[in-house]
């Protein structure tokens, strides 16, 4: 039996950066959400694609109007007591001074990615994106690999779909950010690795 369905009481989220440091945890991809450890499966070889041609358009546009950087690779970030969120690419406008090697950072990123997986269900999306906003994120793009579109949502406004040809931006945000949507998906191909 793994030591995620081996819990038996609702853990802070000091507890559980203590759990994931144990060794036998080391390798285990899981969030925190209402004080549960949950079980997330790896992702798929196009997802962290996605993510990473996302976090490169980011990379290109704080050259040109820095300050500001992305993370990527869940790295977690506390959205609610007893709650932490491992976001797809997390995008910040500020310098990395302050980053943190250990622990959760105190930054709020000003955008969210996330890449919708096969698995996931609209209703565990949606919830994902109210916990962001909630937290003070003031724009979350869902992601949906298998469309070809982006979802962005922001909070008090109506939810804004980008698909095709769309270009899609980050204002007011990220002032003169714009990307091709078809540039954040690997080229369509069965073969594609």
Known sequence: MSAITTQTRKMTVAEYL?????????ELRTELVDGEVIDMPSAADGHGTICYL??????VYFLAHPPGYARTNDS????AP???????????????????????GK????LIAEVASPSDRMTQLHKRVRQYQTAG????????PEDRAVLVHRKGKSVELFEGDAVL???????????RL???FPPPSDEWP
């Open 18 to 26: 203590a759990w994931g440091e144990r060794p036998e945890n080391a």
């Open 54 to 59: 996302i976090a490169g358009h980011f990379f």
């Open 76 to 79: 977690g970030f506390v959205v």
């Open 82 to 104: 007893n709650t932490v969120r491992g976001p797809d690419v997390a995008v910040f406008k500020q310098e990395m001074k302050g980053v943190v090697l250990s622990g959760y």
């Open 107 to 110: 930054r709020t990123p000003l």
């Open 137 to 144: 994120v003031s724009v979350v793009w869902v992601v949906q």
């Open 169 to 179: 931006t980050a204002e007011p945000e990220f002032p003169g950010f714009s990307c």
């Open 182 to 184: 078809a540039d954040l």
